[in-house]
């Protein structure tokens, strides 16, 4: 682990893959002692903590269904047992299957409220109680709520009470000087937005934003290092869209 007591401690959730396992690297390399989250990728969260500690960070990956209370209690437990009291927790675990509300599956309406919302309010509650003053949460959000583009019901309405606990929370942590801000990407490539598309979608979507281009997984990450930074401390209850001007 090699610990020191001087880092600050970090969960990111979901950050096998994807944007997520970006954030992991560059709040590292910001000085964070990293727990890597992650649901069923055991092989990448592994590879990513080994990359981590090489450059002598500390970090432990942690195995825990966001969707579940009890992973979630089990992962602070971990996480405040090796590595300290949280600092920053990061709440990037969701997913996204775009289809229309007609055919919508029970399954899927489940599967995306439970991970997206359930998921990003059981951390939310444990750090209620866990979380020491003046630390940084950031949710995750997303500029598809900005578009109501068609087959995007059932994830931006879950978006949507992710950007309503980011505003109430703010205020309820009030005293703790504890801020809760959300970022709300347009899109990146990752494989939650490129699989099931075809080449002249993505190339559609690319063009959408004025610089003309997808975001890239450090563009996120950096936008989460600020929110997490000594810097970003006026910035409180916020939803911070980083989508190359796309909305
Ligand atoms: P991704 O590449 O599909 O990665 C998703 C990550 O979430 C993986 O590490 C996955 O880990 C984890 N995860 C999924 N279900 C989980 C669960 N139940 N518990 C814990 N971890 C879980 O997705 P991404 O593009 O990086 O997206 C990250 C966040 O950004 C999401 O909240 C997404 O809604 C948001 N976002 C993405 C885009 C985009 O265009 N990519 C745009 C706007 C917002 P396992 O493999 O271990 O399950």
Redesign the pocket.
């Known amino acids: 682990m090699n610990q020191t007591d001087k880092q600050r401690v970090a969960i990111v959730?979901?950050?096998?893959?994807?944007?997520?396992?970006e954030i992991a690297r560059r709040l590292a390399r910001e000085g964070f002692a990293l727990a890597v989250?992650?649901?069923?990728?055991a092989k990448e969260?592994d590879a990513l903590v080994a990359e981590l500690r090489e450059t002598g960070g500390a970090a432990i990956s942690v195995k825990?269904?966001?969707?579940s209370a009890d992973d979630v209690r089990r992962m602070f437990e971990t996480v405040e047992a090796q590595l300290g009291p949280v600092y920053a927790l990061v709440n990037?675990?969701?997913?996204?299957k775009t289809t229309p509300l007609a055919d919508t599956s029970d399954a899927l309406y489940d599967q995306t409220f439970d991970?997206?919302v359930r998921?990003t309010f059981n951390t939310l509650r444990e750090a209620a109680s866990r979380m020491k003053n003046g630390g940084r949460i950031v949710n995750?959000s997303?500029?598809?709520l900005a578009l109501n583009l068609p087959g995007y019901a059932i994830y931006n309405a879950t978006?949507a009470a992710v950007e309503s606990f980011t505003h109430v929370f703010a205020k309820e942590l009030r005293g703790r000087g504890i801020t809760v801000n959300a970022v709300?990407?347009?899109?990146?490539a990752?494989?939650?937005?490129l699989e099931g598309k075809t080449d002249e979608q993505t190339a559609t979507f690319s063009k959408m934003p004025p610089l003309e281009r997808l975001?890239q997984?450090d563009d996120i990450a950096a936008v989460v290092a600020f929110l997490v930074s000594a810097d970003a401390g006026w910035v409180n209850g916020q939803v911070l869209r980083a989508n190359g001007g796309i909305a």
């Open positions: 959730t979901g950050a096998s893959r994807g944007i997520g396992a989250n992650y649901a069923s990728s969260a825990a269904d966001v969707a990037n675990a969701g997913v996204m991970i997206n998921g995750f997303s500029t598809a978006k709300a990407p347009g899109p990146v990752t494989s939650l937005f975001g997984p």
